[in-house]
């Protein structure tokens, strides 16, 4: 669980981090088809981010209370 929940930090949230900074450079430079699919890629990114969220806590739920 614990590497479900890095592996789709990395894949997920990473270009989702990524993705308006690009889509800022197809905004100056007047590429709206490319402003509009990566709108629509950072919108898909943003709610598979979810899913890390739930797997961050399936990996609290499944840690020992009592600590290492």
Do not use: C, Q
């Not at 929940?5 to 889509?23: C, D, N, R, S, Y």
């Not at 007047?30 to 899913?51: C, G, P, Q, Y």
């Not at 797997?55 to 009592?66: K, T």
């Amino acid at each position: 669980m614990n590497v479900l929940h890095v592996v789709g930090a990395v894949f997920i949230v990473g270009p989702m981090a990524v993705l308006p900074m690009t889509a800022m450079r197809a905004i100056r430079a007047d590429k709206a088809s490319e402003v509009a699919t990566l709108a629509k890629s950072t919108r898909v990114f943003s709610l598979l981010s979810l899913i890390v969220v739930v797997l961050g806590f399936g990996v609290m739920g499944m840690s020992d209370p009592a600590g290492p």
